[in-house]
């Protein structure tokens, strides 16, 4: 069956996942891929390097498949909002891809559902740079049929790494909030590990060696050295603004069901004391509002040598 796709954001992550979507199309002998972006000239850029035709919102609803990478809530719901009430073909399949709010995937659902259209749910776990080595772990929830379509789409495609999960949307948006918690709490406990040392006298290089043998190749490791080394200030990986806003959405599930999140409390206290500092840097960044609590400067004056 040969299906029409459209990829709706292009930004840090979309630019990428666009350009692996767009050349299995080709290989498995789809039509070219439908890009969009507010600012076109990232369409445009694309369209140099992958086999993808620039197109307009309208272009894309007439898409059978069409996917969305957007900033936040309110944009996601005016996009897909907009695409449902444009008339879209009775079974298309929109695949949003975005970090939003539980709350806001089940009313866009019910809304496509009421369209004949079928909503799922497909949040990624990854930095920028693996969406570019196409090493993203994929979160799918949705209607059966529609999932079975999309995998072949996304898999190995985009990345090698599948969770499968319910025909309810929002639970891929749950999971991927459950993500953020981890990857949100253990950059607050890096920040306080690496401060405990350094205020007691030991360099927070030495702290960063301890958790580079403990925990080499992880997170962990990856978090610390960009902390010790400073580079949050200026090789944004995460935003504090995009940090914040999953974080408020992690705090609000918690809220829903009754779970106290004492440590998402404190990384949003310490993001935004950080925030107001030094502007929208890194999530890492957070460690210099831990070190300002414990009478340290935010950025240590010279990197400590491991």
Not at 75 to 85: A, F, N
Not at 127 to 150: C, D, Q
Not at 174 to 187: E, M, Q, V, W
Not at 235 to 252: E, I, N, P, R, W
Request: charged share 20%.
């Amino acid at each position: 069956m040969s299906l029409q796709c459209a990829y709706i954001g292009l930004g840090a992550m979309g630019y990428s996942i666009a350009g692996h979507i767009a050349k299995n199309l080709q290989e498995q002998g789809h039509p070219e891929l439908f890009v969009y972006n507010r600012t076109q000239t990232r369409a445009e850029s694309l369209k140099e390097t992958h086999p993808v035709k620039v197109a307009s919102l309208e272009e894309c609803a007439k898409a059978d498949v069409i996917f969305s990478c957007l900033l936040n809530d309110s944009i996601v719901e005016t996009v897909i909002t907009g695409l449902i009430s444009s008339g879209l073909k009775k079974g298309a399949i929109i695949v949003e891809q975005s970090t939003v709010a539980p709350t806001l995937v089940d009313s866009l659902a019910q809304k496509a559902k009421e369209h004949g259209v079928i909503y799922l749910s497909c949040p990624i776990m990854g930095p920028p740079a693996f969406a570019a080595s196409a090493n993203l772990l994929v979160l799918l929830a949705g209607p059966k049929e529609g999932r079975a379509i999309v995998k072949p789409l996304l898999i190995p495609v985009i990345g090698k790494k599948f969770i499968d999960l319910s025909e309810d949307p929002a639970q891929g948006s749950r999971l991927k909030l459950c993500g953020n918690f981890f990857i949100t709490g253990l950059c607050e406990m890096i920040a306080e590990g690496l401060t405990l040392g350094e205020a007691s006298g030991i360099s927070e290089g030495k702290v960063g060696e301890l958790l580079n043998s403990m925990f080499p190749q992880t997170v962990l490791s990856i978090y610390s050295s960009r902390m010790i080394e400073k580079t949050y200030n200026d090789q944004v990986h995460f935003s504090l603004t995009g940090a914040k806003k999953d974080a408020t959405h992690v705090l609000k599930m918690g809220e829903a069901y009754g779970v106290d999140l004492p440590v998402t409390r404190l990384f949003l206290d310490n993001l935004e004391s950080a925030k107001e500092k030094k502007g929208d840097i890194d999530l890492t960044g957070i460690v210099g509002s831990v070190r300002e609590k414990a009478g340290l400067e935010f950025d240590l004056k010279s990197t400590p040598k491991q």
